[in-house]
């Protein structure tokens, strides 16, 4: 009989407890602590644009354009998003960096002695995310890189998306980690190094393409040609506001989602 009734005690409080603890979690849901918890962390950005947007490939799409949400080495790298200085680089110093970094790789004119063939910083350009750069060749002012510089750090990162996958000469190289990229030498690839298509047929792709999914956006009157592709600039106004590549051989679009 005694062991009877100290079992029934024995439910009575465990099920005393649960509505207990059922009650107090309640409470807390209601006031929006039991979701966040003591290991909720706000996210911050230090520079400019928010962490949501820091996914680098992506954005609007279009048909025949490559994206999606593909997944980065390091997310924001060289992207303008940064956690040193409140000062950002000045654009003289964001060039500085594009040399030094085609110095190091071996292809700066002066290392032209021991390297095949010399690159040359072609424009830089400041966005509200990052640095942007194109690096060509000397000798036959094509494009063969597009690089960008954080607005903090100074860090340069070869750009993501059409300079590494439809870059037939230099594309495989800036795909490699630092420490196994050739200097002045080819890498081999699979993507094309010839433009079937012109670049006043990539400039008019280009403009179809802005009419249906960018109306009121124009192309620039010019197209810097790459090995496999055309980057064009984009105008809103009369500025540049952003830019796109067009493939030199499918003529597939991909805008430029991560310069802000």
Not at 20 to 35: E, F, I, K, M, Y
Not at 103 to 122: D, F, K, W
Request: aromatic share 10%.
């Amino acid at each position: 009989m005694k062991t009877i009734l100290w079992i029934g005690l024995g439910i009575v409080t465990a099920v005393a407890l649960v509505v207990a603890g059922l009650g107090v979690g309640w409470g807390l849901w209601g006031r929006s602590l039991w979701a966040a918890g003591p290991f909720a962390v706000p996210r911050v950005a230090t520079g400019t644009g928010a962490l949501e947007d820091c996914s680098g490939w992506g954005g609007d799409m279009g048909p025949g354009m490559m994206g999606g949400r593909a997944a980065q080495a390091a997310p924001c790298a060289g992207q303008g998003y940064g956690t040193g200085s409140s000062d950002a680089l000045t654009i003289e110093e964001a060039h500085e960096a594009v040399e030094r970094y085609i110095a190091a790789l071996g292809y700066s004119n002066r290392s032209a002695e021991r390297s095949r063939r010399s690159l040359e910083v072609a424009e830089v350009m400041e966005f509200e995310r990052n640095f942007y750069a194109i690096v060509r060749e000397s000798d036959t002012g094509i494009g063969a890189m597009e690089l960008l510089v954080d607005k903090w750090s100074g860090a340069v990162s070869p750009e993501m998306g059409p300079n590494m996958m439809w870059n037939g000469r230099y594309g495989p190289a800036l795909s490699l980690p630092n420490g196994m990229r050739g200097r002045g030498g080819r890498m081999m690839g699979g993507a094309s190094e010839t433009n079937t298509i012109t670049p006043e047929e990539a400039l008019d792709i280009a403009q179809r393409w802005l009419d249906a999914y960018r109306p009121g956006v124009t192309v620039e009157e010019h197209a810097d040609p790459f090995y496999g592709y055309y980057t064009i600039h984009t105008l809103k106004d009369g500025q540049i506001e952003g830019m796109l590549s067009v493939h030199g051989t499918t003529g597939q679009v991909w805008y430029h989602t991560w310069h802000g």
